[in-house]
Structures are given as C-alpha cells and as structure tokens.
C-alpha cells in the first residue's frame, strides 16, 4: 500500500483536494495498517502474547489485568507474580511458583481442576476456566468509522455464581457476574473498510477483557421442574468489553451499536461450569451466542492424567476410519485394544472427570495410504520441554465409560504415534480408581516416553467425531510400578461393550503442549533514502527527473523454495510503500508512490529474489546466508505519478506493471546495486485509458539508511 501522508503529499492534496480530514484519516489508515504489518502473528505456545495495556488496568505490566490476577490469586502490582490456575493451563506445568504462594504445578490451588455438577446449581462460589472465543466480521466501532474484525483468542474467565433460589414450581435460579476476562488472541482487519482499506487481511495481536469498570451480570435459570435436577437450564451474561488494537482499546458493543452497551450472550447449559467440547456434545451441546453475530465463546474443560493398564481384550472386528490430526488425515484399520486407563491423580492432584476413561487400539494404514514422514517435536509439560523424534502411527484413544461410572464428561479422541526421547526418572505417587480399592497409593518411577497422542478426529461411515481442544496433547511414559492384581472391568465406547481384564500399569500419559514455533515475520527493509531517474513524457513536455524517499520492501524468508523447479530457490517479496519527490524545471513538482492495490489493476507490487547457484540447499546463497553468492531480484511495480500540467496536478499510474530488475550481492541490496527497468509504460487516468504520457526507462537504487 502507497503511503499517503507527508508534507509534500498534503501539499499536492491540497490543491485539488481541500478537505482536511481526508489527508489525517489517510495517514491513521497508514499507521493502522504498519503497525499491523511488522506485527508477529499469534500463536499459541507457553503462554499469551504480551499486548501493552493502560497501566490504569495492568498496574504491573505484566500482560494480566489487574482484575485477572486478584481473582486468580496472583499480585497485580508485582511483575513477578502471574496466575497460576487451570484458567491459564500452562501455568500447571511450567514448574515455576508463577503466582509466588510457595506452592507449584499441582500443589498449587489454582491447579486444581473445577468440581463439574451435572445435576443440582452447586452452592454460591466461583469459577475459573480457560475460554476460547471466536468473532466473525465483528462491527467494531473505531475513530475511522465501522471496521469489520475478526478475533480469535484464548485466555482466563472467572465467573461468580449466587447461591441457588427457589423460583417456585420445583425451578431454581442463581445470579452470575463474569468479574475477569482476557482473552489473548488475533485481531484481524477485513480488506475494503476504513481502517484497512487494502485487498489483504491485516492481523495483529490483540487482547479482549471484560470492562473492570462495569458489571458484566447474568443469570442461570432451571428449566427442569424435577426437585431433584437443575439442568438443563437457561444461562445469559451481559458483558461489557473492551478490544485491543492499534488505535488503542476500544469498546464492544452489540450487534448494531452502540459502542459500550452490554453484549447479550446466552446458552442452555448442561453442567456446571459449562464446559464444551464437540467430541461429548452430550454435556454442553452449545458455546454462548450472541443474536446476529457469528460469535462462539467457549469454557474448555480441562484434561487429566491416565494411568494405563496391559490387558486381555476379547476379540474384535476390525474397522475402517478416518482419522485427522495435526500431522494429516489417514484411512485406518482398527485392529483391536490392547491398553485401558483410567484417569488418575498425580502427586495429590484432583481428577476432574472420574469417568473419563481411554481405551487403546492398535491401528494400521489401509492400501493406498502415503508412508508417515517422521518428524521431530518439542513438546512441553511437567517434565519440563522434551524432544521427541515420532516414528510413525501406532494406536487410536478412545473415550470410554466404565462399570456403573459416568460417561466421560469432555474427553477427545487421540491418534498415538511411537516415539523416541530421553527418560525423563522421576518418581510420582499415583492413586487412581484400583489404587483407592486397593487402599493404597502407589509410588511409580516415569521412564521413558512410549507415545504421543494428538487429539484427533474420527469419522466412521457418516459419522464424525471432532476435536473438542485442539491445544492439548498426551505424552505415555513407560512406568514401573509395584505388583498388581488383575481385575475385571467393563468397558464401553463407541465400538461396543467388552469385559476386560487388565494385569499390569504399564504407561503415565501426561497432558502437554506442542509450543508451535512463531514462524519467522517477513524481514522489513526500510531504505530511507532511497533514488530514481525516471525519464518522464506527460504529452506535453518531457524531462529525465532525479527523485528520492523512503522505500519499504518486505522478504518473507519463511517462503523460501523452489516453485518454478528450476534448482534454484528463492523467496517472496513486495514493496509496501514507495514515496519519491522531485522537482523538474518542465514539469514542476513530481511524487511517485506505488498504487494502492485496491484500486485499479488491483495487484500489490510483488517479486522475489532468487539466488544464481544452490550451494547450499535450504538456504538463500547470498550474504548474509552465505559468505559469497549473488541473486538475481525482480518487482513487478504498478507506479501512480503527480506532475503539473499548465499549473493543474494530474494523477497517472501505469497501465500494466513495471518490471524492475537487479543482480545482488547482499540481501537487503548493497549500496549503489540498482533495479532498471528496459520498457517505455503508458500512463493510464482514472478510467484507465491511456493517455499520451508514459514513464521509463528507469533507474531506482534503493540506498539503506
């Protein structure tokens, strides 16, 4: 996108174009949209990317607002101390006293998971979660006028609920109030509105938080007259907001407006707290909603520890599937279980869903399938960070019910795959369902991990079952642990019930994250001072002008390859904004920017640099990749020109691109390598037809600052 402020620019605007805001909206645009282009993309890893907020909400700038850390116990005017809590789930597994209570991980009671009531409003009290949320086309109110968002984002809600009161008829109600939110996530500006007026998306980091200065209140109402079940029940809040974003923090509102007003979010709830997850709509078949608005906002349950037992399984019949996760879709044979767990308390940690139980299966590929690329990952829990070099698909997880227990509450499925990694030695103490009918708990040592799980979609025939959290992974470590005696349990899940006999603790699957790794920003090169000759014939006179200004150009390292299969790779790049000023005895004074790739050909000005030789594959062979090499670089330019004709400005812009090119010996260009064009370009008005001007042969040297 050109760049539309500057002294010079305002003073040809305005002599044809007297209006003043125009000029101040154009370069707020302009800062909107840089501000959001060198920003990094979000994504989840350890933790919430830190957005600066006022310091009238975050006391301690550490990226939590002040409401966020009173109600989770951490101290909002110290720095050093962070939640710790099952609202912010990496916290549990960082090994560190994040919230400085001298209390860590498990031992923490902010890591202890949320009792789950399914049948009676449990008493006044609160509850902590983690949430996802996602906008879609959000009409958020800015200075520039209305900007279409989309935000998705994750983070802590705390929600304060009333004790139950009897409304008569066998129903009940409790009043609710979310007294934290901050939901840490990516904004993005839809193309063609104010405030990013290009054809692209512009994203940015961003942070949603609940108004601390108002009260965001609702209510929960029994519509069952069953004295002695609540659910399902109708909930609502309505919730003041407040939305990050380069223009600072704005307020939400309602579909329509106004700004400010309180957003009408309901559901009909099952449990709670209202966990969903579309792997068991069976407990909260629905996020909350807003009427006419694409929004979801979800409390995602939390997933605990299984302890895995060796069995004898009856036989099976083998069955085909459909299985996707984070490394691919494959067509499977489910062959037969072979592994059982339950879910089990670690180091004294609370199980949230008793009856969540997995249930393995061996899994082979059907004809036809690609072989499995192994591939490495770093995954992240209690343990600490962990390499892990995966061999291929071993086993599928299934959720199932046991004996007379509940159905799983929220529990995906999860594709397994063999790995390989250091032993990690530690010793844990374990208590799960056996442990407590055996009145013991058991002291194991955690060896070596056996198997990561991905949670996984599964469709068998017509039916799909989706991923419910794609964000949390089960890492199996083989155990050792003391002598067990079998027993026999009943196990049933979506392929049947079966009797099982298990004889021997065998694994520990721990949840743990995949921190992705932030794939590397475009590179931004600013040439400041930056030269073109372009020889210039407007129809009526004709003159060589020498002209300098600033140049963005923008190198997306992380595009490089080989596209075009000629051996050589190369990588994306694309001027961004172009400003040169100059003055010509014959034609007075002349800007050329590029064209905003919205207008008319509607194209951004691309190109790439690709290097002469591959010496060294995987690597741009120019310096500073490399000691030696050179590249050879295009753009293909779509120009605008201002001159004067006969004391009046016109503005022109070529009528197809320019195609500048250079050879290079350093990336950014070393001083004085110059891009040339070889063409004579015609210049085109605004009704794109050609006119008797054109521009070029030219010459632009890009000079570093």
Same mark, same amino acid.
């Given at each position: 996108m050109s760049t539309r402020s500057g002294g010079f620019r305002e003073r040809l605007v305005a002599r044809v174009r007297p209006e003043e805001g125009t000029v101040a909206r154009r370069a707020l645009t302009?800062?909107?949209?840089s501000l959001a282009l060198v920003a990094p993309v979000l994504v989840v890893a350890r933790g919430p990317v830190v957005v600066a907020l006022p310091a009238a909400l975050d006391t301690d700038g550490d990226g939590f607002i002040d409401t966020v850390e009173i109600n989770l116990g951490s101290d909002p005017a110290n720095a050093a101390s962070t939640p710790e809590s099952e609202a912010v789930p990496a916290s549990c597994i960082d090994g560190v006293d994040n919230d400085l209570d001298?209390?860590?991980?498990?031992?923490?009671?902010?890591?202890?998971?949320?009792?789950?009531?399914?049948?009676?409003?449990?008493?006044?009290?609160?509850?902590?979660?983690?949430?996802?949320?996602?906008?879609?086309?959000?009409?958020?109110?800015?200075?520039?006028?209305?900007?279409?968002?989309?935000?998705?984002?994750?983070?802590?809600?705390?929600?304060? !609920?009333?004790?139950?009161?009897?409304?008569?008829?066998?129903? !009940?109600?409790?009043?609710?109030?979310?007294?934290?939110?901050?939901?840490?996530?990516?904004?993005?500006?839809?193309?063609s509105s104010p405030c990013n007026p290009g054809a692209t998306p512009v994203s940015f980091p961003a942070t949603m938080i609940e108004d601390p200065a108002k009260q965001s209140t609702g209510k929960i109402t029994d519509t069952n007259p069953d004295l002695g079940k609540d659910f399902p029940a109708d909930s609502f809040f309505d919730v003041f907001?407040?939305?990050?974003?380069?223009?600072?923090?704005?307020?939400?509102?309602?579909?329509?407006?106004?700004?400010?007003?309180?957003?009408?979010?309901?559901?009909?709830?099952?449990s709670i707290p209202p966990f969903y997850s579309p792997a068991n709509p069976a407990l909260n078949p629905k996020c909350y909603t807003v009427a006419g608005l694409p929004h979801q906002h979800c409390p995602t349950p939390p997933l605990d520890h299984f302890k895995c037992y060796a069995g004898k399984f009856p036989a099976f019949k083998p069955r085909k599937v459909t299985l996707e996760d984070q490394f691919g879709k494959r067509k499977v044979r489910v062959t037969g279980p072979d592994i059982f767990c339950n879910p089990v308390s670690r180091n004294g940690q609370e199980i949230f869903d008793t009856g969540g139980h997995l249930k393995r299966y061996r899994i082979q590929d059907l004809p036809g399938q690609p072989p499995f690329a192994p591939l490495?990952?770093?995954?992240?829990?209690?343990?600490g960070e962990q390499n892990l070099s995966v061999n291929k698909p071993l086993a599928l997880f299934v959720p199932s019910k046991k004996g007379h227990l509940a159905k799983p509450a929220a529990l995906d499925h999860f594709t397994c795959y063999s790995v390989k990694g250091q032993a990690v030695?530690?010793?844990?103490?374990?208590?799960?369902?056996?442990?407590?009918?055996?009145?013991?708990?058991?002291?194991?040592?955690?060896?070596?991990?056996?198997?990561?799980?991905n949670p996984t979609t599964k469709t068998v025939g017509a039916v799909t079952t989706p991923v419910g959290d794609p964000t949390w992974h089960l890492v199996c470590y083989a155990i050792e642990t003391r002598r067990f005696e079998p027993r026999r349990v009943v196990a049933v899940n979506q392929f049947g019930k079966e009797v099982v006999t298990v004889v021997k603790p065998v694994h520990l699957c721990v949840p743990s994250s995949k921190p992705v790794q932030q794939p590397p920003s475009p590179e931004v090169d600013q040439f400041p001072n930056s030269t073109a000759t372009v020889p210039l014939n407007t129809g009526v006179a004709t003159d060589t002008v020498m002209l300098t200004g600033p140049t963005t150009v923008q190198v997306d390292l992380a595009g490089l390859g080989d596209p075009d299969g000629d051996g050589r790779e190369q990588v994306p790049t694309e001027i961004t904004q172009m400003q040169l000023t100059g003055n010509s005895s014959a034609l007075g004074p002349v800007l050329i920017t590029i064209r905003d790739s919205v207008q008319h050909p509607t194209q951004r000005s691309v190109g790439e640099i690709e290097e002469t030789t591959n010496d060294t594959p995987g690597v741009l062979d120019v310096p500073p990749f490399t000691p030696t090499g050179t590249a050879q670089s295009f753009f293909d330019v779509f120009f605008e020109v201002t001159f004067s004709v006969q004391d009046q400005l016109v503005t022109l812009h070529t009528c197809s691109p320019v195609r500048i090119t250079a050879t290079l010996t350093h990336k950014p260009p070393a001083p004085n390598e110059a891009y040339r064009s070889t063409d004579m370009i015609p210049l085109c008005d605004e009704q794109e037809q050609p006119t008797p001007a054109h521009l070029g042969p030219l010459t632009f040297v890009p000079i570093p600052g």
């Open positions: 302009t800062l909107i949209l001298t209390k860590t991980d498990e031992a923490d009671p902010g890591c202890q998971p949320p009792h789950l009531s399914r049948k009676t409003f449990p008493p006044a009290g609160a509850d902590s979660f983690d949430s996802t949320i996602t906008l879609v086309g959000y009409a958020l109110a800015t200075p520039l006028g209305i900007c279409p968002l989309d935000f998705q984002g994750t983070g802590p809600t705390v929600v304060k !609920r009333g004790d139950p009161v009897d409304l008569a008829g066998g129903l !009940r109600g409790v009043d609710t109030e979310i007294v934290a939110l901050q939901l840490f996530g990516t904004g993005t500006l839809l193309p907001f407040l939305i990050d974003t380069p223009l600072g923090l704005l307020p939400g509102g309602p579909p329509g407006g106004p700004a400010g007003s309180p957003v009408h979010v309901t559901n009909t709830i099952q490495d990952v770093l995954v992240l829990n209690e343990f030695n530690q010793r844990v103490t374990l208590e799960d369902q056996f442990d407590v009918e055996d009145g013991k708990v058991e002291k194991a040592t955690v060896g070596k991990p056996v198997t990561l799980c």
